[in-house]
């Protein structure tokens, strides 16, 4: 049977016409619901995966079969014949679909570099830095080039892009793209509503309004807005935070690009377009470009590179339990102004910008010592984006340093200096960013020197940490900060 008329399996995570090899291809599409009883995840994000799949089957009709049943294997029963399916982005569901004899399983689809040309590249490497990987994707992708040069001699404006945000509170930019929800979200409420009374579901977080693209008209309506609206201010301010302005210049389209609604080398061409034209700036075109071909692209591949041991890497020694606040988003129990916020916006919306996700969530848990495994699996529970291959090299690589410097060079750790200058956080709350001791001393603050402290030995072999842990010598009340940091505990801050 030709490949293009094998019934093609798509995962609710493969749902753009790039995962089918011609537009009339059969289609199986299984709503498993045993996958919501597995995690506590967040209200929001079985709304957008549940919404995401039944608008594909209402979109193919009776191109496609679409299952409900509780498990996979119970709708592949249903099924008679040969079904192929594109490498599913899990381990556990990569070892599920290839343990099937009645399932051929194809390479993987939805991402810029293929595995194979990844791991050729490994191969010419010292260490897989990602400048190196993301200037090979531009050359292979013929991306913001001129000839065999970077357009404007310039790879790289991330030092550009680093600008405080502006004193008014918010951007001024148009607001995003988003949905007007239909009968589908309609049915998939009741349906969340009904399994959770019933018993068979738990989320966290709360209900509201779809804010993310589900099928593929919306989403190609959000990237074109994106791209003719935010884009020109998306590079100097992606690394701020405001309070008043959580999407800030950000595009907002990880949620249907992760559910495979939109490829990213269009959202990269898109963009390049915007810079040839002259309608958007090459800072902010190349560091929105970067995040596709080069960080988006290379967690994919060193979540399958490092094999599965790497989830469970610890390389500080952090085995603190994540604390019920957190794990039930209960941002009314926050003082911290940073934090209380920003945990609302999560369990608001489900989604907050990256840099929120590092510098505060992120930057708290390790300055507190949690678990990483946790931490990872906290994030993919509780994101709308969240999944395990996004999370697994984020956080225990990124964000915890719990891979001893594979993917980062260093911790991202900071104290509220840092989140003062780069946000409007600080100037109502009640710890100053200053101050390590106290009532108004800055958890953020003392959090940042008792990691250093806890860590010293850990990190003193790393040159970039050489200055911040020789600071540790004139802090005169380093006892004092340590012991108010022991006595805040897993307390809410």
Request: hydrophobic share 35%; with cysteine; net charge negative.
């Amino acid at each position: 049977m030709p490949q293009s008329a094998e019934r093609r399996w798509c995962f609710a995570d493969q749902l753009g016409p790039h995962f089918l090899d011609s537009e009339d291809q059969p289609v199986l599409l299984i709503e498993a619901r045993a996958v919501f009883g597995r995690r506590r995840f967040h209200r929001l994000k079985a709304h957008l995966v549940l919404s995401a799949l039944r608008h594909r089957a209402a979109e193919l009709g009776e191109q496609a079969i679409f299952l409900q049943t509780h498990t996979y294997r119970e709708g592949l029963e249903q099924v008679s014949g040969r079904v192929s399916v594109c490498q599913p982005t899990s381990r556990v569901a990569d070892n599920f679909v290839r343990s099937l004899p009645s399932v051929d399983v194809l390479p993987a689809r939805g991402f810029a570099t293929d595995r194979e040309t990844f791991e050729r590249w490994t191969q010419s490497q010292r260490g897989l830095l990602l400048e190196q990987f993301y200037r090979d994707a531009r050359r292979r992708f013929d991306l913001l080039m001129d000839g065999k040069e970077p357009t404007e001699n310039r790879w790289n404006f991330d030092a550009e892009n680093r600008e405080p945000p502006p004193k008014a509170g918010r951007l001024n930019v148009v607001g995003p793209w988003l949905p007007d929800e239909d009968e589908i979200d309609e049915q998939v409420r009741a349906d969340l509503d009904k399994w959770e009374r019933d018993g068979d579901v738990s989320f966290v977080g709360r209900d509201g309004p779809r804010e993310f693209a589900v099928n593929r008209a919306e989403s190609q309506r959000a990237l074109e807005h994106f791209i003719e609206y935010r884009l020109t201010q998306f590079g100097p301010t992606e690394d701020a935070m405001l309070a008043g302005d959580r999407w800030m210049s950000h595009s907002g389209l990880s949620a249907p690009m992760n559910l495979g609604l939109l490829d990213p080398l269009e959202c990269a061409y898109a963009a390049e377009d915007a810079y040839r034209k002259g309608s958007a700036p090459l800072a902010s075109v190349e560091g929105y470009v970067r995040q596709l071909i080069g960080w988006r692209d290379y967690i994919w591949h060193t979540y399958w590179h490092h094999g599965d041991e790497y989830r469970n890497r610890n390389a500080l020694a952090a085995h603190q339990p994540l604390p019920q606040w957190f794990t039930e988003l209960d941002a009314d129990a926050l003082e911290a102004r940073c934090l209380k916020d920003v945990l609302a916006q999560v369990r608001d919306h489900g989604w907050v910008h990256h840099i929120p996700r590092l510098m505060v969530l992120s930057n708290y848990a390790l300055q507190r010592g949690w678990q990483p495994a946790a931490v990872t699996d906290w994030f993919h529970r509780s994101f709308v984006d969240g999944y395990d291959w996004v999370m697994v090299g984020n956080v225990v690589g990124m964000s915890q340093h719990a891979d001893g410097g594979l993917i980062a060079t260093k911790p991202y750790a900071s104290g509220g200096a840092y989140i003062n200058r780069m946000s409007d956080y600080c100037g109502d709350c009640r710890y100053k960013p200053t101050r390590r001791v106290g009532d108004d001393g800055c958890p953020f603050t003392g959090g940042y020197w008792t990691f250093l402290a806890r860590n010293h030995d850990r990190l003193k072999g790393n040159h970039r940490m050489s200055q911040p842990l020789a600071g540790l010598t004139r802090l005169s009340n380093l006892d004092e900060v340590i012991a108010q940091q022991q006595e805040l505990g897993d307390g809410p801050p």
